[in-house]
């Protein structure tokens, strides 16, 4: 099911038992926050808060915070299904199995969702009420101020529209935007940010549209790390499997959602630099205060009963996790077609989206771990900003980052395995550099060496309970009077339902595989080799 605007979410939301109606009235400085943050990290529902002090409008949060929801945006029963879309669309093989040629006909019918089409004001809910020049007040609208130390309140969740001058295509990105006062605001787009690369094309001044609240597949794609020939519209409306109906905005060229929440109009001026920030931001501290351009709102259109789509960004896990989580499953296929010998990666909640990729591959050749991270840092926006990268084999299951560690603390060699990368960081790593932007990346190669990368020991096997034997106990398991067993998980030592899932799922090895004398250490000496010592 696709969504046309973000109400028609919240009504899913709210018949799938996902949303939690706050008619209590709330301040939107800190106490929704506060509210918010503690729903999400206990993996509690959409929230919507329809009575906010000093604010006609009603506040979503929490819209994508769990798997489910971040699904059921795309009309999907779990996030690899619409990554399976994506699979689908761009694999080139002919398909043979009548499941293979409907998934590849599902897949070239919503190729051709994926170009937006423009509609007449008349028919953009998003234009019912226009406030122009001296109407515009943006006090009016319930901009959180999300924790303490803020600089003042943000709008969390913008999608800031662009143009290049030369009548490019268009880009929607998600930068933070500070409001100042009834007309200005701070707009945070960084060097490494399409729409900071539009604003230095234009000059002093470049048009702007920000979108406040639309339907989820427009939302996620703003936040998707797509290279600038890429519409961000258009693969929104490949996810959903539906055309976004788009309109003009009236001040400018620039076309927006017609059926988005709000629309702020204006521009931004380059030449007028104000302090922005801090703000407590999704790694978890505060980003420092620093100078960023203002955008001037000129004009704001709304729908007559809009909703207020906001999140609330800190240490993890939160709401966003699920967006980066979202990319990290539908940008795979698109990996692989760079990188093949990519079989999985995960980007743990942990790292913040960019300060930690797992990457598992598949070795044919010596020092290939290594390309990798190169080949990943060289991708663009999608890599060129992940602070850590750790490479592990093809069988190491990177979605158990216990697994992970264990595997990297065992195969690790400081002087052989570490690469540290200068280049670009991403603007929010204050760790490792006395400029900004600019500082140190780590590789880590854990993956298994071979003889043809200097190894000239045999490299041991991770240990496994032959298959048989296995079976085996499987099937006395009840005889053994061990089926009700009593047990105590423990999370410091891992132990419970999913290390005995994990090892149950391991069918161990074929009886005889290794042979017992290759296991011997290079440096252990045959014996006799000692006769004669002094």
């Known amino acids: 099911m696709a969504f046309n605007a973000l109400g028609e979410f919240v009504a899913a939301l709210r018949r799938a038992g996902e949303l939690a109606d706050v008619r209590a009235r709330v301040d939107p400085y800190l106490e929704i926050s506060e509210i918010t943050d503690r729903v999400v990290k206990a993996g509690g529902p959409a929230l919507l808060f329809h009575d906010v002090a000093g604010s006609a409008f009603p506040v979503l949060t929490n819209q994508f915070g769990t798997e489910r929801r971040m ?23 002919v398909p043979k199995t009548p499941g293979d040629k ?33 109407d515009v007040d943006l006090m009016a609208l319930p901009v959180l101020t999300t924790w303490p130390l803020d600089g003042g309140p943000f709008v969390t969740l913008p999608l800031v529209f662009t143009r290049p001058p030369d009548g490019g295509p ?22 490494h940010k399409q729409g900071r690369a539009h604003a230095v094309k234009w000059g002093r001044r470049i048009p702007v549209a920000v979108v406040i609240g639309a339907d989820p597949a427009i939302t996620y794609s703003a936040t998707a790390p797509l290279p600038p020939i ?20 009236l001040t400018s060229d620039i076309k927006v959602p017609a059926d988005a929440e709000f629309v702020l109009e204006g521009y931004v001026d380059n030449d007028d630099l104000r302090v922005e ?33 906001a999140t609330v960004v800190g240490k993890p896990p939160m709401e966003d996790a699920w967006l980066g989580k979202m990319t990290e499953r539908l940008f795979l296929p698109l990996l692989q077609m760079v990188v093949p010998e990519i079989t999985d990666y995960n980007l743990p909640v942990e790292g913040g989206f960019h300060n930690l990729c797992i990457v598992a591959v598949k070795k044919t050749y010596p020092g290939q771990a290594k390309k990798v991270m190169n080949a990943l840092w060289g991708l663009g926006h999608m890599m060129m900003l992940t602070r850590c990268l750790l490479v592990v084999d093809h ?46 990346k780590l590789g880590i190669d854990a993956t298994r060496k071979r003889a043809d990368e200097g190894y000239a020991r045999v490299w041991p096997p991770d240990i496994a309970m032959d298959a048989a ?8 398991w009840a005889e053994l009077g061990l089926d009700g067993m009593r047990t105590t998980p423990d999370a410091w030592s891992g132990q419970g339902p999913r290390a005995l899932a994990t090892l149950l799922r391991d069918l161990g090895l074929p009886a005889g595989t290794i042979e017992r004398g290759t296991l011997r250490a290079a440096e252990v000496p045959a014996p006799g080799a000692l006769e004669g010592g002094a």
């Open 71 to 93: 699904a059921l945006a795309f009309g999907a029963d779990s996030i690899d299904v619409v990554a399976e879309r994506i699979r689908n669309a761009i694999t080139l093989r």
């Open 102 to 134: 409907f998934a590849k006909l599902v897949s070239l019918g919503s190729a051709a969702f994926a170009i937006p089409r423009t509609v007449a004001r008349e028919r953009a809910p998003v234009q019912e009420i226009v406030e122009r020049d001296g």
């Open 170 to 191: 268009q880009n929607v990105g998600m930068y933070r935007v500070q409001r100042y006062d009834r007309t200005t605001m701070g707009m945070h787009w960084q060097k």
């Open 230 to 249: 890429v519409d961000e519209i258009s693969l929104a409306g490949f996810l959903r499997g539906r055309a976004v109906r788009m309109v003009k905005c």
């Open 277 to 309: 920030g801090p703000f407590g931001d999704h790694t978890g501290v505060y980003s420092l205060a620093d100078w960023y351009p203002t955008f001037h709102v000129t004009c704001v259109t709304r729908r007559r009963e809009p909703i207020y789509a």
């Open 395 to 440: 069988d190491v299951d990177v979605h158990d980052t216990r697994a992970v560690v264990w595997n990297a603390l065992n195969n690790v060699d400081a002087s052989r395995d570490l690469v540290v990368m200068p280049g670009p960081v991403d603007d929010l790593d204050h760790s490792g550099s006395f400029l900004v932007s600019v500082g140190h």
């Open 469 to 476: 034997v296995k079976a085996r106990v499987t099937a006395r």
